[in-house]
């Protein structure tokens, strides 16, 4: 299946600790991004890259670096976990990455920090 | 700033039509997203306006007025499926992607 995939699905772990969420895409696509949505269903912007290259940065706490290895793949490092972290993180792609794109996304991480 | 506003709530019969709004006030604007998302499951797209005017999919049919900074979603013959998050999304300045979401409607739909 052409897809945007994550693993892990749930994450739970506790406080301080470190943790990794890896997403792949099998799409073709240039850019993927990582995206926050909190209890309130807010969905925001974090990190996305267009073939390797960092494009957006939003303003995100410097324990989180995202790293993509090849344009296929962007992963998400999380330092010295908070409990404000806990949120389902998604990933997604877009073809180009310009304005008008669409995005697709992955089916979350369910990330829980106790 | 930025600021997207959508009603966090919605009820509506099956077979029936509703329309959920947004409106937006953003640094520049380069098009208006519509994405359907089911609970504990991925947004997924349903429409994208660039231009003013109505964009129509089956069911689902999109407007956007961009000198009123408005957008609205129509879902018509609802079905009980059809129940779910609703999230309106701008492309702002810059042309790097970056998508800027509302809160989401959710919408239920009653039998």
């Known amino acids: 299946d052409t897809a945007v995939s994550q693993t892990p699905k749930y994450l739970v772990t506790q406080m301080g600790n470190d943790k990794s969420i890896k997403c792949e895409q099998n799409?073709?696509?240039?850019?993927m991004y990582w995206y926050k949505q909190d209890s309130k269903k807010f969905l925001k912007i974090m990190f996305s890259y267009n073939n390797k290259e960092l494009i957006i940065n939003e303003t995100v706490p410097n324990r989180f670096s995202p790293k993509s290895p090849d344009k296929a793949h962007l992963n998400l490092h999380i330092n010295s976990l908070e409990l404000g972290d806990s949120a389902v993180y998604f990933c997604?792609?877009?073809?180009?990455?310009?304005?008008?794109?669409?995005?697709?996304f992955g089916p979350g991480t369910r990330l829980t920090v106790l | 700033g930025q600021n997207i506003d959508q009603p966090t709530e919605m009820t509506a019969t099956e077979g029936a039509i509703v329309q959920i709004n947004c409106t937006y006030q953003t640094s520049g604007f380069n098009g208006l997203f519509w994405y359907q998302q089911h609970a504990g499951e991925a947004p997924t797209f349903l429409s994208y306006?660039?231009?003013?005017g109505l964009e129509e999919k089956g069911r689902f049919s999109s407007f956007l007025s961009r000198s009123k900074g408005y957008s609205y979603l129509l879902l018509k013959e609802l079905q009980m499926k059809d129940s779910a998050s609703y999230l309106c999304?701008?492309?702002?300045?810059?042309?790097?992607?970056?998508?800027?979401f509302g809160q989401g409607t959710t919408l239920q739909v009653k039998p």
């Open positions: 799409l073709g696509h240039d850019t």
């Open positions: 306006n660039v231009l003013d």
């Open positions: 999304a701008v492309s702002p300045r810059g042309g790097t992607g970056k998508l800027i």
């Open positions: 997604a792609s877009s073809q180009v990455g310009g304005a008008g794109d669409t995005q697709y």
